[in-house]
Every structure is written in C-alpha cells, then in structure tokens.
C-alpha cells in the first residue's frame, strides 16, 4: 500500500506542470543567449559528479551485499573483529536451515499467490475503470474521480481493527483471502490507468468501433486492453512489488505459519529470544532475491512509473 | 478493424424489422447508459468495502468498550480518548514517532534533491545510475529492518566497527532514545531517498531550459540554480514528497518492531520504551495483549488526527519558505 500510495502522490502535485511561472522565455540578445546555450550543452558532468554517484551505489547496494556476506557465513563468524566484509562458504548450509526452521518454501507460494492475485485484479479492475473515467460520459463522472483522487491519500492502514472484525465475520482470518481481498483494487491504479488511456486512446478509433456495433465491452476487450499494455507493465510491476513487500496486515491476520507470506515467515524468524543472525540474513536474501530479479528485468519500468506519476496529473 | 467488419455485414444483408432494430437500438443505449457505471462499480465496492468501511467504522469502535473477546459492547463516549490522552506511554509513542519522523524526513528529501540535481547533468549511463538509486526501494521494510539491526548491532556491528576504528566509541544503539531514533530513521531514509530523487528528477526536467539559461547569464553557479531557480520551480513536488513521507513516516511500524527483536521487546519498541511509535502502540493495545479494540480504534483515529494536522502544517510550511525567498 504504501509505496503505491507514494508514487500516487507525487502524481498530483505536478499537475500545473503547464502553468508554471517561467515558461515565457527571457527577453534576451540573441547573440549571447545562442552562446550561453551552447555552453550549456556542451557542460560535461565533472569527475566529482560521477565519484559522487559511485559513492551513492555504494551506499544503494552495500546493505544488501552485506546481508548476502552474512548469509554466507558461520554464526561464529560474525563474532570476529573486525567483522568479515567477504563472503564464505556456508550460504547452502544456511539455506537449508531456513527451510528446516520455517515453512520458507510454502511461504514463498503464499507471497506469489497474493501477490499475482492482487496484481492481476488491480490491473484489470484498473484499466476498466481507468476506461470509464478517461473516454465513456456519464453523469457524475468529475465527481467521482475527484473522490479516487482524494482516496489516494487516505491511511486506510488506519481501519485494520474494523478489517480485522470483519475477517472475523467471513471467516477469513488466518487464510490467503484476508490478505487478497483488499489489494483487489486501489485508488492510485485507479488515477494512474485514467491519465494514461486519456492520452493513448483516440477517441475516433472508439467512435468508429461503435459506428460498426462494437459494444462497450467489446472495445473494452478488443481496443483499450492492449492499448493498455505498457501502463498495465508499470502498474503491474509496482503493484507486485508492494503487494510481495506488504507486511503489517499479513502479520495481523495469519497466524499459523504454513499461511505465512514470505515477510511474516522472515520476521517470526527474527523474532526469538536468541537470533541467529546468519540464519535470519539468509532468509532476508531468499525473500529479496525474487525482487532483485523482477528489478532486473523490469525496473525501467519501474522507473517510467514513478517518474510519469510526477509529471502527469 | 476485423470486428467491424464482422459487426455491419449482417444487418447489412438482410434488412431487419422495425421491432428488431427498435429492440438493438433500445439495447445500444442501455449499454451506453449504464457501461460507464458497471466499470467503475468494482472499484467503488471493493474499495467501499475493505478500505473506507473500516475506516470510518473505527470511529464508532472508537467509543466503546470493545474487545474481540466478550460481546458486550458498552458504549464509553470518549473515555477511550480521555484514558488515552492521559497515558504517559501515548505521550511517549508520539514523541518518538515525530522524531523519527523529522530525523528521517529532512535529511532524505535534501539528499533527494541534491541526487537529483545530480541526474540532471548529461551523465553517461542515465538508466543505471537510475537504477542503482532505486534499488533500496525494492527491499522489503522486513528486510531492511533486519539488515540494518544487524549493521547497528551493539557488538558485532559494521557501523560500530567503523566508528571504533576511527577513534570513536562504541554505541549501544538500541538502547538510547537519540541513537534508536537514528538507526530507525536510517532505515526509512535508505529506503525512500533514492524514489523521492527519481520524482523530483522527472519535475525538474520538466522545468524549462530557457530558465537556466537566463540564470546563467546571470552568473548563477549550479547550487545557486537548485535553490534559486529549481526548488521555487518544482515546490508543489516537494510539498507532495513531504507530505507522502509524513503520512507514511507517522505509520512506521516495521522497522522499530524489528530492531527491538521483533518479540516483546520489539512491541514495546525497547526495553523503556524508547522508540516505541503510534502504530506500535496501536498494535500492543489492540493485538499483543487481549484485543482492546474500542481502545486501540481510538488510537487509530487520534493517529488519524495527527496525521492531518502535521500534513497541513507540512504544506503551511513548506509554502512559507517559498513566498520568503
């Protein structure tokens, strides 16, 4: 929720992009103005920008590189001074005692269980609604998006007593459904599918689809899904993301640990009066290491989402 | 175009009665009228349901002495608030939790700016530098947490290691109120500087190169263009960035649970409760010890509260520091 919740805000704010002061260009001598530019231009990042930025990897990935040197390593070892900066030799050992000490496989089914459920339901539901919003007319269309917009900022975490009654009620607590059922949608996939189908879909191609007696759902299913492609990538890989990463609600709602998700499973694990610290970083690994790879592959993706949820709006 | 073609070819062939067309055409605008509605009802019911339901529904909890074990719920008014209000302990969770807060916000957000000032520039290899500065975003708040408990542990620490060998002393993290509140924000910060530079890097670039250009020629250096032309130029992003950071800062939950150990000890947030936050506190009343739902709901809504205010005050401020400069 959260980090949805993030990228969405940064989507309003920006909304006057257009209108900002300072479009209207500076009454200026040509002649200088044209130099200037091309100095501009020409201004190469200097060797201090690039230490900079080797500095700043650094401190981006050491923290997880070191999480994987002690997932290598013998408990004992980390006791050293100074403490070990490279990896050992014992990573397959630790790996095998996860899996002995927590149901770790199970709980890796269970995140992409959740996971894939939320993600595919808030990619449809998304793009349907996103549909509605950027190209149908109907009544009341303004007043309702202003309210997924103002969703968009409420801490619905803040209900989790009331969600957690209701659990109750259904009979869901201690089950996947609790964790799925509200993922299933959120206001920001919502916001987001809206602004991009606005400007990916003509609005002649729906209007000659239904010259021929397309219906809505038709277009729907034949026009707007794959014109939505790409924006479904991006919300999809976010919302995966912070659907895998989600922990304070799973933690409330299962209790028994063969319905744990991978991040309840990595914190009962911590959670002992004696952490073996070899054993807990291990784990930490396996349930970040998915992630890694998803980032990998689709992290320009990622990158695309989050900056196009700055500027649009 | 396929299905056009397939759509128009049969009425096209043989003409239809009158009723018949009456009856499609009847049907064309129900499907006009009521599509629109159809699409966005899930949306509105699913969100209805697990999202705006508990949210205002807490607030009746919120007035009643309600415990998932007994049935009897007794109506009390405000006399969770009023108990709360006078609990030295709620006191103390709000304390720690605008510490951390500030401590994990300020620093972040100028270091977002500073990298993506940085980004600007034409550097070579754009993407991975991108990519290098998101990556801590992608880890779990679990798993961060659990790294960096590790790297501020009081005797096997890399962080301790390196202030002893650079003449300082060891320091018991967890057990100070200052330092804790450190090592907490820490985490906060290395998770979400990198997201917050990607966002004001897309704002900046939309800011128009005849701006620079002028400042420039006016003999502005590039700190002077970040704060004189850029941070004025991109200020509804920032109020936006704080304020996503306030509300998500005011949750935080994991990373204090985790580095007192994730048992009681993490509940508590300390052995003194020295770092113990709201939502920690929301979850020791409402699930650690017998389920006070009336009195935990009542946290959650003076949470509610608090986060309103300090959003506003965010934004109060934020848009001060603008019409100063």
Known sequence: MTSTARATASAAPSSPGSRRPGRTAL??????????????????????????????????????Y??????SKDNSALAQIPPPVLPGANLVENVERVFATVPFGTALVNSVLVSGAVTASVVFFSTLAGFAFAKLKFKGAKVLLVTVVATMMVPVQLGVIPLYMLMVELEWTDTLWAVIAPGLVNAFGVFFMTQYLRGALPGSLIEAARVDGASTFRIFWQIVMPTARPAAVVLGVLTFLTAWNDYFWPLLVLSSPDQYTVQVALSSLSGGYVTDQSLVLTATMLATLPLLAVFALLGKYMISGIMQGAVKG | MTLAAKETAAPAARPSPASRSRRQHRRYRLDLKASPYLYITPFFALFAVFGLFPLAFTAWVSTHEWSLLSDDHVFVGFGNYRTLLSDPYFWNALGNTLSILVLATVPQLL?????????TQRLRGQTFWRMGMLLPNVASVVAVAVIFSQLFGRDFG??????????????DWQAGSATSHIAIAAMVAWKWTGYNALIYLAAMQAVPREVYEAAHLDGASRMQQLFLVTVPMIRPTIVFTAIVSTIYGLQVFAEPQLFGGGGPNGVTGGASRQFQTLTLYLYEHGFNRGFEFGYASAVAWTMFAVIVVVAVLNYLFIRRIRSDS
């Open chain 1, 27 to 64: 009454p200026g001598r040509p002649g200088r103005r044209a130099r200037a530019q091309l100095r501009l231009l020409r201004e190469q990042p200097g060797r201090l920008a690039y230490l900079t930025l080797v500095a700043v990897l650094f401190f981006s990935g050491f923290p997880l």
């Open chain 1, 66 to 71: 070191y999480s994987f040197v002690v997932a």
């Open chain 2, 111 to 119: 270091a977002a700016l500073l990298l993506a000032h940085l980004l």
């Open chain 2, 158 to 171: 890399l962080v301790n290691w390196v202030l002893e060998s650079l003449g300082a002393g060891r320091i």
